[in-house]
């Protein structure tokens, strides 16, 4: 039988609550798999968990419950195959936008000589377009730019796979867009597996192969995974005039403005807690009402919302 | 317009200068003689009948005298201001390094782990707000050594700061920092040296300056106790000689020291310092 790349299996977070001794169940039950080289993308409602699975995946934080099971073997602790992109960047302060990458190659490969190990990560500050910054420290770059940096120290020390926390979130929105396009480019050449939360509907659909849905907590589960059959390469412009775009689009967001709420709390005897598999953007698609029209100004409104 | 600024401020620094120096020139001038001196007065060498503190030209005067030649040597009553302080400074860094080298390591363990900082804060807590010269008599009887025991003191003193502002350095660095260390798979020793202390260093640094400045406070009082040289020495062997012009000029060269002693070690700081 073969095994998918990673495996989530029952996963849980509980905290012992302090004053009745009654336990806070942020998530419980979440099932999912990703492919290798596959592009997964999680959304939901803040305080549903997702940093929280994100952290246990890259093992900063210890389940309650459940196991991740990763190339076979079971994930224990932090490691160099899982790099991880922080929302708020982690840069050193105290080291240039070079000495940062230079610091986690030298991790990743301490017998490697001083000069392949700076070549390897001007490397990869090229790749995010950062080649003359490379002496300059994080305080004096821009957020767009820290970002950068934090996106070329992950992809250079060449992780099996990639956890990205929300990278994007503390960007300006055109900003984002050319950082999301960098992220594909060096993706498309490394293609690396990548999990990533995201609170942006538009920056799932073009970055990711499938999205998962998460309910609100407490008792989040991932709900749906829903596809997103776009074929790549794909650009923020090409993207938005294909015709399952909207499909998709409008599925996300009825899900995180209405069935987030409606299906949130404890799964109820009758309901297995499975998560769904849909594919809006097949012509078949029957799971999903598309009727709205895109782009109507109650749609927009909502998306808001859901941001 | 900053400029201009540091101009006006020099500017009324020695305006400030000159009245304080003045007001203090014409309070301290001895009244005029009414009567002629007899001839035993002037046998006497025409001592004043009454004791007066310095004029301000007088300490100059001496200020001159001392610092043109600061180094020379005539015998224990008789040393210039320059090996005076440099024994000082010396027994300050011996202490104060010595201090550094314990006091670092510690704090880095009670900053790392919280169990080390909820076992050693009690006694922390207990020895910190000793006088420095309380240890004195106990160091004396222990050590056996003047010198030692100065040094002792300071390093006592030295102390306390460091090890509370390393602690606190090293447990408030960034849990994201740490995280991306953990991420690295670094190792214990690589995560304090690369991650927690250059993360630290600015805290590590001002607890450093903090303890020199308390250090160099301590040390003129230690040498008032053990005597022998030093510039604590120094000041309270003039006030036996009844030499209030030296006193006066010792004070001032306590003061000077003590700056440059601060300016060195936030020059050191610069060093460290990082900007989020």
Known sequence: MVHPFVEIQGLAKRYPKADNGEELTVFENANFTIDKGEFVCVIGHSG????TILNILAGLDEATDGIVIMNGKEVVGP????????????????????????FAVRARWPHWSKDKIVEHSRKFLKLVGLDGVEDRKPSELSGGMRQRVSIARSFATQPQMLLLDEPFGALDALTRGVIQEELLKIWSETRQTVF?????????????????????????????????????PRNRNSVIHHPGYYRIRNHLVEFLVT??????????????GETVVVDPAATTAAVVSVSQPPLSSNDSQQEKMAR | MLATLNARATLLS???LTVALGAWEMACQPPEKSVALSEYELLMGGAEQEARVPPPSAVIALAYKELSDPFYDAGPNDKGIGIQLAYSIYRVLVGFFLAA??????????????????????????????SPLAWMPLALFIIQDSEASAIFVIFICSIWPMLLNTA??????????????????????????????????????????????????????AEMLVGG??????????????????????????????MALDLALSATTRFVQYKE
């Open chain 1, 79 to 102: 490691g160099l195959e899982r790099g991880v992109v922080f929302q708020n960047y982690s840069l050193m302060p105290w080291l240039s936008a070079l000495k940062n990458i230079t």
């Open chain 2, 168 to 221: 606190f350095g090293v447990a408030n660095v960034r849990k994201d920092w740490v995280n991306v260390a953990l991420t690295h798979e670094l190792s214990q020793v690589r995560t304090a040296l690369t991650v927690i202390l250059p993360a630290a260093a600015p805290t590590i640094l001002t607890g450093m300056r903090i303890s020199i400045g308390i250090a160099w406070l301590v040390i003129v009082a």
């Open chain 1, 259 to 272: 069935r987030s709420k409606a299906l949130s709390g404890k799964i109820s005897d009758e309901d297995d």
């Open chain 1, 48 to 51: 549903c968990g997702k940093s």
């Open chain 1, 196 to 232: 990533m939360i995201t609170h942006d509907v538009d920056e799932a659909i073009l970055l990711s192969d499938r999205i998962l849905l998460m309910t609100n907590g407490p008792y989040a589960r991932i709900a749906e995974s829903v596809k997103v059959s776009i074929p790549r």
């Open chain 2, 101 to 130: 080298a314990v006091a670092i390591p510690i704090g880095f363990v009670i900053g790392m782990s919280p169990l080390m900082y909820k076992a050693m804060n009690p006694y922390i807590q207990v020895l910190r707000p000793i």
């Open chain 2, 229 to 258: 040289t030093g510039i604590g020495y120094y000041v309270w062997n003039e006030w036996n000689n009844l030499d209030l012009a030296s006193v006066i000029f010792s004070i001032f060269m306590i003061g000077i020291v003590g």
């Open chain 2, 14 to 16: 020695l305006v400030f």
